[in-house]
Nanobody, 124 residues
């Protein structure tokens, strides 16, 4: 049974930092593509970061490039999103998503078939 559980969200002032975690169970991280998405009220899912663990290839959207870092933890089943220099426009529900893949996949919500329940990030 595949399960993705996000945590680490909260409220922070602009310029601050948060680290989101995604605990993964039921699949081998090396054979999956993982991404972080966010969704603000009234808006569609926006992909912010992607990692293909087998080659450590990473990709970031222009809106977070240089401020967010996606990584895999030392624990084999945890994915992180380090968010620095947060802005009010980063306020959203953040989700991790996964799909089995042979190479880096697109940063598009429709492509992923496993999703967590989300964690709220509020920047004021």
């Amino acid at each position: 049974h595949v399960q993705l559980v996000e945590s680490g969200g909260g409220s922070v002032q602009a310029g601050g930092s948060l680290r989101l975690s995604c605990e993964v169970s039921g699949l081998d991280l090396n054979n999956y593509c993982f991404s972080w998405f966010r969704q603000a009220p009234g808006k569609e899912h926006e992909g912010v970061a992607r990692i293909f663990e087998l080659t450590s290839v990473k990709y970031y959207s222009d809106s977070v490039l240089g401020r967010f870092t996606i990584s895999k933890g030392n624990a084999a089943n945890t994915l992180y999103l380090q968010m620095d220099s947060l802005k009010s426009e980063d306020t959203a529900m953040y989700y991790c998503a996964a799909r089995r893949c042979n190479g880096p996949g697109p940063l598009a919500a429709h492509w992923y078939n496993y999703w967590g329940q989300g964690t709220q990030v509020t920047v004021s």
